[in-house]
């Protein structure tokens, strides 16, 4: 018994009244009361300490990737507009709706990167191709593939790459020159992997000379397993003389403005008849992303909490138990139930801090490691881990109500009988 204490119990017997403890000599108790079982106390605590840590990593984790998630749809997607146009029916005498030269308008919009125009139909969408002209008896003649035909600007659309040779410039399509591109899928089915000796491809009768190989899209990805020609040449060749679409890309923030004035850039006057797909409210998306990837990764953090919280109840109801003879005598020199119980609770609730603060800063320290090795920027929640000793401390209280209260409904005669 602290000196402190004695001298309550002195006040009392000198008629000061009800005993009392001083909330110093109630910490110092609980603390005394922790550290008499070290081991006990140790394995408690880590139970707080996976539960606060889980729930940090969890959550730090969680809005680390979203964040990283959204970043990516921001640099792909939310830069790509599409404009479909339609197409005149079959013997119609009405002009296009868009031209060819449509694509130079666009690009002079306030915002956009690159764009570029694109035929394509269904007459052309399967038509078998072949990388020479000789047909052996019982061997796969050829590949089928789509037939399209495209303004020069087209690898800055797709955000593509030139894997081999070039893309047919303005003097191709100025001279209406029989040159192809294929895409990089469609290459490699017909066994083409190098242009410089000008290999050829042969479709609908007619032959055309591969000058390059186009590869890693970004967009339009069913153009890897196609071939492309200038548009003067699909015009001529393969019936392809009307714009079907224009693929624009647009800085960061201006694919709305841009949606709005492509069609009117493309076609004065009937940008009504044009229908644009644009990339959806960046805000939405993110909140979306983040509130599902969070709401998934705090229900685990919470189970692993509620473990935590029944280890510590476990353990506290043990003590009390082992403890009986201590609450019996604690009862008889005259501490009154509530003082049993707030020593009980104060212990709890010590153990269930000390896991909130080794658990909230091992959890900001994984979160970092997992940011830097995946070369992500990391996104904590201060307030989290500020709080986390704090929940930590009101999961020890939860825990310990309990068996506090168990031990302050011991009667003092029946507790100092018990075995110890």
Known sequence: MTVSTRLRRSRRDEGHGRPWMDPRDLWAESLAGVLARPVRSMLTTLGTVLGIGTLVITIGVAATAANQIVGRFDALTATSVSVVVPTPPPGSLDPALVGWSGVDAVRRLAGVESAAALSDSEDTANVQVRANEVIAPGTVSGQTMAVVSATASLPAAVRGTMSSGRFFDSGDIGRHARVAVLGDQAARLLGIDDVRRAPAVFFEGQSFTVIGVLGGFQREQRLSVSVILPPTTGADRMGLKDV?????????????????????????????????????????????????????????????????????????????MERVGEIGLRRALGASRRQVAGQFLAESTTIGLLGGIVGASLGVLVVVCVAGAKQWTPVLDFRLALGAPAAGALVGLLAGLYPSLRAARMEPADALRSPS
Do not use: E, M, W, Y
Request: aromatic residues 2%.
């Open 244 to 320: 079907t679409r224009v693929l624009v890309n647009t800085s960061l923030g201006a694919a709305g403005q841009v949606a709005h004035q492509a069609p009117i850039a493309l076609s004065p006057g009937h940008g009504d008849s044009l229908t644009v797909l644009a990339p959806p409210d960046l805000s939405k998306a993110k909140k979306g992303v983040q509130g599902d990837v969070n709401g998934l990764f705090i229900v685990l953090g919470l189970v692993s909490l509620i473990v935590g919280a029944i280890g510590i109840a476990n353990v506290t109801l043990v003590t009390v």
